[in-house]
């Protein structure tokens, strides 16, 4: 499974942006799809996972009624709704593929795709 990951950006305060990561390959083969964040200085963590075959979803609590993930089953790709963003949101953003689990855990999923930065500065 290959990932890439797009739609990331500089946006104010308050602001929204929606990345994007499509999936090629054994897609077929996917249990869950997560996105992920790495700001600077600081550890990789969790932010929002969708189960492939139903679309529940999981989120960390700092993003929860401001984030949405999302998928579209026929171009096998997961959108990161984030709304109200706030400068604590900077990082660069990953998306993940678990091909057994419907997982928080970074270590537990299979693919990666190569991050997009999300800056958010006035």
């Known amino acids: 499974v290959q990932l890439q990951a797009s739609g990331g950006g500089l946006v104010q305060p308050g602001g929204s942006l929606r990345p994007s990561c499509a999936a090629s390959g054994r897609t077929f083969s996917m249990y869950a799809m997560g996105w992920f964040r790495q700001a600077p200085g600081k550890e990789r963590e969790f932010v929002a996972a969708?189960?492939?075959?139903?679309?529940?979803?999981i989120y960390t609590s700092s993003v929860k009624g401001r984030f949405t993930i999302s998928r579209d089953n026929a171009k096998n790709t997961v959108y990161l709704q984030m709304n109200s963003l706030k400068p604590e949101d900077t990082a660069v953003y990953y998306c993940?593929?678990?091909?057994?689990?419907?997982?928080?855990?970074?270590?537990?999923?299979?693919?990666w795709g190569q991050g997009t930065q999300v800056t958010v500065s006035s």
């Open positions: 969708i189960r492939w075959r139903d679309g529940v979803t």
């Open positions: 993940a593929a678990d091909l057994l689990r419907f997982s928080t855990a970074g270590n537990e999923y299979d693919y």
